[in-house]
């Protein structure tokens, strides 16, 4: 086991893949661990000497913030602030994602910012370091103040309430804390807000997406290269000379990897009967690209909000101040989501239309990829499924980030929605993935009709790979275990594995 030690230094998505792979305990550092006394210390000094009300701390919560709380029952509040917020729905938020919730909670309270205790700090990360994932549900954010139904569920448990995965089993809280040998905690003034406050549940999923994306956009990029051989497309619209006129990053980038990807193919060098390809084939470097440069912002975006401290209020302890703002709020977040899945959810239309031109009967190939078609359907439905995905696609990205509910009695009177916008991008990253697959299924299968031994040296070696889990399909069979196959072959494999290596 590998240990990473929570501390001020920058998290980076290279640490988060880490994380998310397995295999790492966390630690506090020594200075972390001064600046969370130090704070915590400071909270307790300021209510012990001082009469004025701090929102959260000695006050009630939301529009209550003007009913005061007698300091015989500031823990009682905490308390009651965590069970009465636990109010989620829907699904469950799977494991992996609620690890990084926990991990990026741990690191918004290790700054020494929010008034959190060592002790309770440690236990969320004795939760982390032994597997213990809360269940959390889908719904019941609104994004501002921060996720508070999904971080009280994750909370819960350490108050031995609710319930948590352990070791492949669902138990309540109080069963395994049993088991480990520890005492629910009673929280201190201040604590249970502390924990439930903040952007950890859209955070936690942006970075997974993020993650996964990261994977995807290269396998788009090789995907598209093999479909463009199979369509016998030309590779002159790739060109660097093209691309650098129009400056765009992700643009430049998508046709260096499509001439990277297609070195070495002697199905490019072939003389074309036609001048030009479709939009889907010609233009995918301009199409990719500008998905990726929306990638990138949103990657900013996230980085930013990794390493922030997200809860409220945020003490100052070298300042003297206790402060009631809004970094909770989620609309960084929000927009970025909505932005990500219109950029996700455009590579998946031309991924689609891509698998269109290739079962149409055109330049030399038979009609749905079959030698015998009529007697055989071939890939005529599995283009329909991707067909399907790209429209729920489109409905998908209707913006949650345009809408605002009042909450609260008006005390909280916009929220970004982002928590919505988090779940519905998963949603599109999925859909990209399958849509990806299909079109790596029918790109193979056309390949079977060309000289495939001609191509390029990286696309040899994926078709050599992919063959080995979906051979060339003579005849009609159940085509959606092959699809799941392909499916199954993008998400287990490294696009790297293919790109890095020329043979």
């Known amino acids: 086991m590998q240990t990473h030690l929570i501390s001020s230094e920058p998290v980076g998505f290279g640490t988060l893949r880490k994380l998310l792979d397995g295999g790492i305990i966390l630690e506090l550092s020594e200075r972390s661990r001064a600046d969370v006394k130090m704070c915590r210390d400071y909270l307790d000094r300021r209510i012990a000497d001082r009469d004025e009300p701090i929102y959260g701390v000695t006050t009630g919560f939301g529009s209550l913030c003007n009913h005061s709380i007698s300091k015989t029952d500031l823990g009682i509040l905490q308390r009651n602030l965590v069970m009465s917020h636990a109010c989620g729905m829907g699904s469950?938020?799977?494991?992996?994602?609620?690890?990084?919730?926990?991990?990026?909670?741990?690191?918004?309270?290790?700054?020494?910012?929010?008034?959190?205790?060592?002790?309770?700090?440690?236990?969320?990360?004795?939760?982390?370091?032994?597997?213990?994932?809360?269940?959390?549900?889908?719904?019941?954010?609104?994004?501002?103040?921060?996720?508070?139904?999904?971080?009280?569920?994750?909370?819960?448990?350490?108050?031995?309430?609710?319930?948590?995965?352990?070791?492949?089993?669902?138990?309540?809280?109080?069963?395994?804390?049993?088991?480990?040998?520890?005492?629910?905690?009673?929280?201190?003034?201040?604590?249970?807000?502390?924990?439930?406050?903040?952007?950890?549940?859209?955070?936690?999923?942006?970075?997974?997406?993020?993650?996964?994306?990261?994977?995807?956009?290269?396998?788009?990029?090789?995907i598209a290269s093999m479909s463009l051989e199979a369509f016998n497309g030309r590779i002159e619209a790739f060109f660097e000379q093209v691309h650098r006129i129009r400056h765009h990053g992700g643009q430049i980038r998508t046709a260096s990897n499509i001439m990277k990807i297609l070195k070495g193919s002697r199905l490019t060098g072939t003389n074309k009967d036609h001048v030009q390809d479709p939009y889907s084939f010609r233009c995918i470097p301009q199409v990719h690209g500008a998905s990726k440069d929306a990638i990138d912002y949103v990657k900013g975006v996230f980085h930013n909000e990794v390493n922030a401290v997200t809860d409220n209020p945020t003490l100052f302890p070298d300042d003297d101040l206790i402060i009631s703002g809004g970094n909770f709020h989620g609309q960084p977040l929000a927009l970025s989501l909505d932005f990500l899945t219109l950029a996700l959810a455009e590579m998946a239309n031309i991924s689609e239309r891509r698998i269109y031109r290739l079962i149409s009967g055109a330049r030399g190939l038979p009609s749905f990829l079959v030698a015998n078609p009529g007697l055989n359907s071939g890939f005529m439905i599995p283009q329909y499924t991707a067909a399907s995905i790209v429209s729920q696609n489109k409905q998908l990205c209707t913006p949650a980030s345009v809408d605002s509910i009042e909450s609260s009695q008006g005390q909280e009177d916009h929220v970004s929605m982002g928590a919505n916008a988090a779940v519905k991008a998963l949603s599109v990253v999925e859909n990209l993935e399958k849509v990806l697959a299909i079109e790596l299924l029918t790109a193979s299968q056309a390949m079977g009709f060309r000289e495939a031994s001609r191509t390029s040296p990286m696309l040899k070696k994926l078709l050599d790979a992919f063959k080995r889990k979906v051979p060339f399909i003579e005849n009609d069979k159940v085509m959606y275990e092959e699809m799941k196959k392909a499916e199954l072959f993008i998400r287990k494999n490294s696009p790297e594995i293919f790109f890095s290596q020329e043979g």
């Open 92 to 222: 469950e938020v799977p494991d992996s994602i609620v690890g990084l919730m926990m991990f990026l909670k741990i690191q918004s309270l290790s700054y020494g910012h929010s008034g959190i205790r060592l002790r309770t700090l440690e236990r969320l990360i004795e939760f982390y370091n032994n597997g213990i994932y809360p269940i959390v549900y889908t719904q019941g954010s609104l994004g501002a103040s921060g996720d508070l139904a999904p971080l009280a569920h994750l909370s819960l448990p350490l108050l031995g309430l609710g319930e948590v995965n352990f070791r492949g089993k669902r138990k309540r809280a109080a069963v395994v804390l049993k088991e480990m040998g520890w005492e629910p905690l009673d929280l201190a003034a201040k604590e249970g807000l502390a924990l439930l406050n903040g952007t950890q549940f859209m955070s936690a999923y942006g970075s997974y997406i993020l993650l996964r994306v990261m994977d995807l956009t290269l396998w788009s990029d090789i």
